[in-house]
């Protein structure tokens, strides 16, 4: 009961973190289009700057995708964990990403905190199936480039 109580607390964390990153990126998309600029500021030696962080993100994704693709166990519950594991864990692969390749301070703390639930949401999620807790590691606050 108790780590059910926790995995909903956890997913109201996690829900608030989503809809403050929505509103960032949904302002700075409107501040882009609104002065139209954007598209034609963008150069070349950006986009080439931008390869590493993109390379990174892809590689998380297809980790995660692939991930996701567990076979069915006949148990609803640890078939759900057991896709919902890989798909916290690219969240968290993404974070870090960002952590190592962003600049934007906002963007970098939201990072950290997506780091910090989706770890304590695959805990959660392991713990209410039965399965032992995850080993305990150190949530990074910055990543070195």
Not at 85 to 107: S, V
Request: charged share 20%; glycine share 4%.
């Amino acid at each position: 009961m108790r780590a059910l109580m926790i995995l909903l607390e956890l997913r109201r964390f996690s829900r608030l973190a989503c809809l403050l990153m929505a509103a960032i990126a949904w302002s700075a998309a409107s501040s882009a289009a609104d002065t139209g600029q954007h598209a034609a500021d963008v150069s070349a030696q950006a986009i080439a700057a931008e390869a590493p962080f993109l390379a990174d993100n892809d590689a998380a994704m297809s980790k995660m995708m692939d991930g996701m693709m567990a076979k069915p166990s006949g148990d609803v519950d640890r078939d759900f964990v057991e896709m919902m594991t890989p798909h916290h864990q690219g969240g968290i692969d993404m974070a870090l990403t960002m952590l190592k390749y962003g600049h934007n301070e906002q963007l970098k703390r939201l990072a950290q905190e997506i780091i910090v639930t989706q770890q304590q949401e695959i805990a959660a999620m392991r713990l209410a199936i039965g399965d032992p807790l995850p080993p305990s590691v150190a949530s990074p606050t910055q990543v070195a480039p």
